[in-house]
Nanobody
């Protein structure tokens, strides 16, 4: 089973930027769609961005459009989430998950429980 490790979280001031990384253990990583989710304390884990297995399709939830950019480097088995213009409401634990052979839209439509693997999460805290 593919293993995922997130990194890049931290404490930043509002308006700042972070780049999160999701590194996979499997060389067939290019065959997975990847989603970035976030979960704030007491709230549901929600998808914020996704990229399809081919890297050509992307999805963003409305609240992050224009500020978040998802990309992938299959040679490094890594997916990135560039976050600009951070807001205090972006504070959460960010998780990546993978699902084999899905587009970004399909990743958004599938139940999180159906995904093939999850990382352990990385904390993002935005101070006002």
């Amino acid at each position: 089973q593919v293993q995922l490790v997130e990194s890049g979280g931290g404490l930043v001031q509002a308006g700042g930027s972070l780049r999160l990384s999701c590194a996979a253990s499997e060389r067939t990583f290019s065959g997975y769609g990847v989603g970035w989710f976030r979960q704030a304390p007491g709230k549901e884990r929600l998808l914020v961005a996704a990229i399809g297995w081919g890297g050509e399709s992307t999805y963003y939830t409305d609240s992050v459009k224009g500020r978040f950019t998802i990309s992938r480097d299959n040679a490094k088995n890594t997916v990135y989430l560039q976050i600009n213009g951070l807001k205090p409401e972006d504070s959460a634990v960010y998780y990546c998950a993978v699902h084999r052979w899905v587009t970004a839209q399909e990743m958004a439509e599938k139940s999180p429980r159906s995904h093939d693997a999850w990382g352990q999460g990385t904390q993002v805290t935005v101070s006002s």
